[in-house]
């Protein structure tokens, strides 16, 4: 029989091993990118670390890291706030507004299906659509993309957040004058705040994490951070020390994110599952 102690070293040991998997690759990228590309061909260890990978990604005069992350910010922050601009009002009227249940069935249904559909079986459509209507290698066409995959999410993570919150606050404040759309941005987005805050961190972070649209949607002039990161492996060459570097670097943004909107994401993700 499995003592107290014994359970409580057993969940310490699943839980160790857990998090090492996780940190084990992010621990190994960081080593590689502060080692000389001769250490890493041979596998030094240990090794004297340097700086010079960040600094030839950073600075190098090859290197256009900076506008590509630039490329990145723009189109993240751009396709969260239409996200938002968009779905927290769908969220709210299908939350609330008395619609059939066979048309919000069907809608819900046709977003988690359209949810589940890999991005890459849309870029050809996709391709063809913007080659003919001049949005091919824009970062407006890869801002449009990533409002079309995130929307989903976000109305279902919005409705989950409207439907917590009290029918009678509404009809209170239409009672004390307030027109449906006033009460709606006064009185109800408010309530909804961590849900809008879990929504729009996880539309930026697919957004500034997005690989696969953005590789065939884009060129060399608005790359951003994912494609950037896979030019770095070459025909002849592998640059394997300033791919990890800009790979470390591409985290900065995510990890503060994550640390600071941590509980906004888990209380928007389990919003509605305890009533």
């Not at 890999?118 to 091919?136: A, M, S």
């Not at 404040?173 to 408010?190: I, Y």
């Not at 592998?238 to 640390?259: D, K, R, W, Y």
Request: include cysteine.
């Amino acid at each position: 029989m499995v003592t107290s102690p014994s359970r409580a070293w057993l969940a310490f040991a699943v839980v160790g091993l857990s998090l090492l998997s996780i940190l084990a690759p992010f621990i190994w990228i960081v080593g590689v990118s502060l080692k000389f590309q001769i250490d890493i061909l041979t596998g030094a260890f240990p090794f004297e670390p340097v700086a010079v990978n960040f600094g030839r990604v950073l600075f190098g005069k090859s290197s256009d890291f900076i506008v590509y992350a630039g490329n990145s910010l723009i189109v993240g922050l751009s396709s969260t706030a239409l996200v938002l601009l968009i779905g927290a009002p769908a969220a709210y009227s299908l939350a609330w507004r008395r619609w059939s249940k066979l048309f919000s069935a069907l809608f819900l249904g046709w977003t988690l299906v359209f949810h589940m559909i890999p991005p890459i079986t849309l870029v050809g459509p996709w391709y063809l659509l913007f080659r003919e209507i001049g949005l091919y290698n824009t970062l407006t066409g890869l801002v449009l993309t990533h409002v079309v995959i995130n929307l989903p999410l976000t109305i279902w993570l919005m409705m989950s957040a409207f439907e917590n919150i009290p029918r009678e606050l509404e009809e209170a404040a239409v009672v004390d004058g307030c027109r449906r759309s006033t009460a709606f941005f006064v009185v109800l987005l408010p309530l909804a705040l961590p849900g809008l805050i879990a929504a729009g961190l996880l539309s930026f972070l697919f957004s500034w994490s997005e690989f696969s649209i953005a590789l065939n949607l884009t060129t060399k002039e608005t790359y951003t951070i994912p494609v950037a990161i896979a030019s770095y492996a070459g025909e002849n060459e592998i640059l394997h020390g300033q791919m990890a570097a800009a790979s470390v670097l591409s985290t900065i943004p995510a990890l503060i994110l994550m640390f600071f909107g941590q509980r906004f994401i888990l209380g928007g993700l389990t919003a509605g599952a305890v009533k």
